[in-house]
């Protein structure tokens, strides 16, 4: 926000955003999106690159899909532009199973966490991984998720 700031007080007509929420929480996102839409309104150029697919389509109107370093497409008409289609241009292939999963049974649990209390969780935390099994956490700063982790 602060380098938004600047820009502005340069009056630039101008802005280029690198990945601007990937450290924010979600009320500063909502606040973020704000102040890009009234810029937008004001008739600023803003230059946004994300690989968050919901806030490409929320806030812009074309895109241009780089892999590489070299341009793959670019879609004036962000609206008629399938998810499917922009993530294929971005890995370069045809995505049926994204993480390349094949179903097969799990094992036997491997490891059970039960009653985990800490500063930051609102609740005990209870889970168990199986072999073979990947467990994935996650949540805004400040959830609790690290924390978690540390205990473990």
Same mark, same amino acid.
């Given at each position: 926000?602060?380098?938004?700031?600047?820009?502005?007080?340069?009056?630039?007509?101008?802005?280029?955003?690198?990945?601007?929420?990937?450290?924010?929480?979600?009320?500063?996102?909502?606040?973020?999106?704000?102040?890009?839409?009234?810029?937008?309104?004001?008739?600023?150029?803003?230059?946004?690159?994300?690989?968050?697919?919901?806030?490409?389509?929320?806030?812009?109107?074309?895109? #241009?899909?780089?892999?590489?370093?070299?341009?793959?497409? /670019?879609?004036?008409?962000?609206? =008629? !532009?399938? %998810?499917?289609?922009? @993530?294929?241009?971005?890995?370069?292939?045809?995505?049926?199973?994204?993480?390349?999963?094949?179903?097969?049974?799990?094992?036997?649990?491997?490891? #059970?966490?039960?009653?985990?209390?800490?500063?930051?969780? /609102?609740?005990?935390?209870?889970? =168990? !991984?199986? %072999?073979?099994?990947? @467990?994935?956490?996650?949540?805004?700063?400040?959830?609790?998720?690290?924390?978690?982790?540390?205990?473990?």
């Amino acid at each position: 926000m602060v380098e938004i700031c600047k820009a502005l007080l340069r009056n630039a007509r101008v802005i280029a955003l690198d990945e601007p929420t990937s450290s924010l929480s979600h009320r500063e996102t909502e606040v973020l999106f704000k102040l890009v839409r009234d810029l937008k309104a004001d008739k600023r150029a803003l230059i946004y690159i994300s690989h968050r697919m919901d806030e490409i389509y929320e806030l812009c109107n074309a895109c #241009t899909i780089f892999r590489d370093g070299r341009k793959i497409a /670019s879609h004036l008409s962000l609206g =008629e !532009v399938p %998810r499917d289609t922009l @993530v294929q241009e971005m890995v370069g292939r045809e995505i049926s199973d994204i993480y390349n999963y094949r179903a097969r049974p799990l094992g036997e649990v491997r490891f #059970t966490v039960k009653d985990v209390q800490g500063e930051e969780l /609102s609740v005990p935390a209870n889970f =168990e !991984v199986k %072999r073979g099994e990947i @467990v994935g956490f996650f949540g805004l700063v400040g959830a609790g998720r690290s924390e978690l982790m540390h205990l473990v």
